[in-house]
T-cell receptor, first 115, second 114 residues
Framework: GAVVSQHPSWVICKSGTSVKIECRSLDFQATTMFWYRQFPKQSLMLMAT?????????EQGVEKDKFLINHASLTLSTLTVTSAHPEDSSFYICSARGSRADEQFFGPGTRLTVL | AQKITQTQPGMFVQEKEAVTLDCTYDTSDQSYGLFWYKQPSSGEMIFLIY??????QNATEGRYSLNFQKARKSANLVISASQLGDSAMYFCAMREGGWSQFYFGTGTSLTVIP
């Protein structure tokens, strides 16, 4: 089946630094990718919808300037957490829809810890 | 209003027994898809089963079956013959039509007891 990869799988950074997370569709083209954040023992919360070649659509309450999303190609979307703070520590997961209605592929997630 | 509601934060089941995880959804779309995912402690989302809104038969995948009751807007997951490895978080999700967002429920933590 199709695979979505994320890099890095985990990252620890100092408060105030920026962190970039990559999401790649390895064997299919993904015009639309989704970014989620998951806090411990909670559900996945949709942060934004990333569309190739256009601006991302952010969910209400998600700061566009803090969580920069770029979807420059059909196989790569990036999420940059700018000026990260400890409250940004979370598990970030990307997802892409496949060509069939029953296909929704998820990356393995990136665990971000901000000190 | 919540798109997906899972009312069971935690469930326990004896090994080898069956368990039903509840899920109700809310949509005005005619075309939608319902998904169940398993998330072990590693965090990866493991696809279990899919039900399309136009599918007349309940979906089945091995030990997993989906009890789809369209009029009641429910899509309960049934796991038969539970195994210790089934202990994990389970999420119900929905995609409405086209390429729109993918909504998750709050999840149910399942613990299988030996």
């Amino acid at each position: 089946g199709a695979v979505v990869s994320q890099h890095p799988s985990w990252v620890i950074c100092k408060s105030g630094t920026s962190v970039k997370i990559e999401c790649r569709s390895l064997d299919f083209q993904a015009t639309t990718m989704f970014w989620y954040r998951q806090f411990p023992k909670q559900s996945l919360m949709l942060m934004a919808t990333s569309n190739e070649g256009s601006k991302a659509t952010y969910e209400q309450g998600v700061e566009k300037d803090k969580f920069l999303i770029n979807h420059a190609s059909l196989t790569l979307s990036t999420l940059t957490v700018t000026s990260a703070h400890p409250e940004d520590s979370s598990f970030y997961i990307c997802s892409a829809r496949g060509s069939r209605a029953d296909e929704q592929f998820f990356g393995p997630g990136t665990r971000l810890t901000v000190l | 209003a919540q798109k997906i509601t899972q009312t069971q934060p935690g469930m326990f089941v004896q090994e080898k027994e069956a368990v039903t995880l509840d899920c109700t959804y809310d949509t005005s779309d005619q075309s939608y898809g319902l998904f169940w995912y398993k998330q072990p402690s590693s965090g990866e989302m493991i696809f279990l089963i899919y039900q399309g809104s136009y599918d007349e038969q309940n979906a089945t995948e091995g030990r997993y079956s989906l009890n789809f009751q369209k009029a009641r807007k429910s899509a309960n997951l049934v796991i038969s013959a539970s195994q210790l490895g089934d202990s994990a978080m389970y999420f119900c999700a929905m995609r409405e039509g086209g390429w729109s967002q993918f909504y998750f429920g709050t999840g149910t933590s399942l613990t299988v007891i030996p």
